[in-house]
């Protein structure tokens, strides 16, 4: 039996209570086991508010001069 990775799927609850889910990349008459869970609301005031933010650098390879640094005033 070859494994295969999780596939997460993002889809809302229609007004059936039921949803749709297409385009999956497994060959018909896969077997499949799916597992429906509520997507988390973003806490306010969470203990990772920075998770998933992007980080970027502004000229990260410059190099800094011993004037620049605090600690060494």
Known sequence: MEH???VRIET???EHGEVRVTK???PA????E????????RQRGSRFP???VPITYDRPTDPVAE???DALR
Not at 29 to 32: D, W
């Open 4 to 6: 295969m990775d999780a």
């Open 12 to 14: 809302t609850v229609d």
């Open 24 to 26: 999956l990349p497994f």
């Open 29 to 32: 008459g896969e077997p499949v």
């Open 34 to 41: 799916v597992i429906v869970v509520p997507k988390p609301a």
């Open 50 to 52: 920075l998770r998933g």
């Open 67 to 69: 004037e620049d640094w």
